[in-house]
Nanobody, 114 residues
Framework: QVQLVESGGGLVQAGGSLRLSCAAS????????MSWYRQAPGKQRELVAG???????NYADSVKGRFTISRDNAKNTVYLQMNSLKPEDTAVYYC????????WGQGTQVTVSS
């Protein structure tokens, strides 16, 4: 069964760090572009960070310099290291894989308290 499973969310104080993980049950994982999106209450889902199969990255302006996306193709896993977290980073974070399929995870809650 093709699926993405996120983990690593939780409650953290402003200024703290979290690392999200997304484990993918995909064949040829390395071919997929992997991304993290987030959706805060009452807002649209937005792209946070993306990482192509060739290693190119892109970030939302609001997280540049604070968040880092990376992948381990041997483990079929993508990560999002989040540092210097702010209350406005509070959202449900979703993993996305895109190549021949477009797949979403179930999301993991990140809450940053002030």
């Amino acid at each position: 069964q093709v699926q993405l499973v996120e983990s690593g969310g939780g409650l953290v104080q402003a200024g703290g760090s979290l690392r999200l993980s997304c484990a993918a049950s995909l064949t040829i994982f390395s071919k997929y572009s992997m991304s993290w999106y987030r959706q805060a209450p009452g807002k649209q889902r937005e792209l946070v960070a993306g990482l192509t199969s060739s290693g190119s990255t892109n970030y939302a302006d609001s997280v540049k310099g604070r968040f880092t996306i990376s992948r381990d193709n041997a483990k079929n896993t993508v990560y999002l290291q989040m540092n210097s977290l702010k209350p406005e980073d509070t959202a449900v974070y979703y993993c996305n894989a895109r190549w021949v399929l477009n797949i979403w995870g179930q999301g993991t809650q990140v809450t940053v308290s002030s």
